[in-house]
């Protein structure tokens, strides 16, 4: 399993950066995908996920702001970051899953990042006010 994202960077507060992910070594077809972020000194953060159907999930902290989709053409998982605040600077991941526990379940709503399976090296994104 190999994941690789690209994308991110810097932005003044207010504005909007994508995040890119290539996975390969999987059928991605058939794989919940998720976003995870990591800001310094802190936990990983779940973002956001997605099913192979095209559901679509997100933590509170970016409803209404971020969209994820996927094109299962070219193995590729998206995050549209819109309206970015100062406490979105983070590393953010792609990762595979959640495969055990589903995203709409009561269940997901703690230890997120701790069931994602397979993670890549992260891309920085640097959001200035």
């Known amino acids: 399993v190999h994941v690789v994202e690209s994308g991110g960077g810097s932005v003044l507060s207010g504005g909007s950066l994508r995040l890119s992910c290539e996975a390969s070594?999987?059928?991605?077809?058939?794989?919940?995908m998720s976003w995870a972020r990591q800001a310094s000194g802190k936990g990983p953060e779940w973002v956001s996920g997605?099913?192979?159907?095209?559901?679509?999930y997100f933590g509170d902290s970016v409803k209404g702001r971020f969209t994820i989709s996927r094109d299962n053409t070219k193995n590729a998982l998206y995050l549209q970051m819109y309206m970015l605040r100062a406490e979105g600077t983070a590393v953010y991941y792609c990762?595979?899953?959640?495969?055990?526990?589903?995203?709409?379940?009561?269940?997901?709503?703690?230890?997120?990042?701790?069931?994602?399976?397979?993670w890549g090296q992260g891309r920085l994104v640097t959001v200035s006010s």
């Open positions: 070594g999987f059928d991605f077809s058939d794989a919940a």
């Open positions: 990762a595979t899953g959640p495969q055990i526990v589903s995203m709409s379940s009561t269940l997901f709503e703690s230890d997120r990042c701790s069931i994602l399976d397979d």
């Open positions: 997605i099913y192979a159907d095209g559901r679509t």
